[in-house]
């Protein structure tokens, strides 16, 4: 066929999917059958599209997805960076277990990134304790102090930002480049709405790599199956070989692995408290189901 091009959805927006080809971006509508087939592209998909006799291209050809992150709706995710304030709204360790459980089963690397360390700096050291398993950076997007590092993890990537609304996501966006004009919670305030929103689902180009910024939720859906979650997190699954029982759901079975590195201290007390309640969560989930 005349006119097949091959690229990546970079934003979704009103109906139309805009695609990265070539170095150029085409204004694209998706063929009812994906919507039919529950295909419906995504911000990060790869896919072909014609451009031939129509002002706008159609996108005709769908590829396989690496992974899918449901909040935000987008694929082929590299890394999240989990943005979590240490102070307003105050640190929150709960939602941030569950996001690292979340992206870790989605096999996305999850950076978490600690802001507002010019309000409070008290808590930084059992933070940098309880998370020493990760990848984990503190920040005060006013400075700058800390943002030169993120930068570096932006090259070849595609990365999401996740975070409650008001942790400074847009904030931090805005102070790794200073060309993006991204509305923050005071500007939305004060002026409306800004160049750019967080409405809509878009990979932005950054410091040679796609970012894209997310509206502020405060709680999301957890889905996984016990199962799924007891494998999640990198360094419980690391340690399962070890655990006496194939399939241990480190939970009531003896010698566990998991619960010996809760006791000698490398899992956080709070890390594994908070997993038994999504194991709890997650097992109600699935006697609902199945009966
Ligand atoms: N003191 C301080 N304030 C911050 C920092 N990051 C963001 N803020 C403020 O926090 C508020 C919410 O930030 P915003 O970026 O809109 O949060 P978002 O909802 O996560 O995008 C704004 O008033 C920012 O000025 C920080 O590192 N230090
Ligand atoms: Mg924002
Ligand atoms: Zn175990």
Redesign the pocket.
């Known amino acids: 066929m005349a006119d097949m091009l091959y690229g990546r959805i970079i934003k979704a927006l009103a109906g139309f999917y805009y695609v990265e080809a070539d170095g150029m971006v085409y204004k694209t509508r998706a063929r009812g059958r994906f919507r039919n087939n529950r295909q419906k592209p995504l911000v990060g998909d790869f896919c072909q599209f014609d451009l031939s006799g129509h002002q706008e291209g159609y996108i005709l050809k769908m590829e396989p997805r690496l992974n899918v992150l449901e909040r935000p709706p987008i694929a082929n995710v590299d890394q999240a960076l989990l943005?979590f304030?240490i102070t307003?709204p105050d640190f929150d360790d709960i939602l941030l277990d569950k996001f690292l459980a979340i992206v870790e089963n989605a096999d996305i690397k999850p950076v978490i990134i600690i802001?507002?360390?010019?309000?409070d700096d008290t808590k930084m050291d059992d933070i940098k304790q309880r998370y020493a398993p990760y990848e984990l950076h503190f920040?005060?997007?006013?400075s700058g102090d800390g943002v030169e590092e993120i930068k570096s993890l932006l090259k070849d990537k595609v990365t999401v930002v996740m975070?409650?609304?008001?942790?400074?996501?847009?904030?931090?966006l805005n102070a790794l480049d200073k060309t993006q004009n991204i509305a923050?919670?005071?500007i939305s305030q004060a002026l409306g709405r800004g160049r750019h929103t967080?409405r809509h689902v878009e990979l932005i180009k950054m410091y040679g790599g796609y970012i894209a910024d997310t509206p502020?939720f405060s709680s999301l859906e957890m889905k996984l199956t016990p199962e799924e979650l007891s494998t999640s997190y990198h360094d419980f699954r690391e340690l399962t070989p070890d655990c006496r029982f194939r399939g241990c759901m480190h939970d009531k079975e003896p010698d566990c692995a998991v619960k010996a590195a809760v006791e000698k201290g490398t899992i956080a007390k709070s890390r594994y408290a908070h997993y038994l309640v999504m194991l709890k969560d997650a097992r109600l989930r699935e006697e609902k189901k199945y009966g």
């Open positions: 943005v304030s307003e802001t507002k360390i010019d309000i920040i005060d997007s006013m975070g409650q609304s008001g942790v400074g996501k847009s904030t931090m923050t919670g005071e967080t502020g």
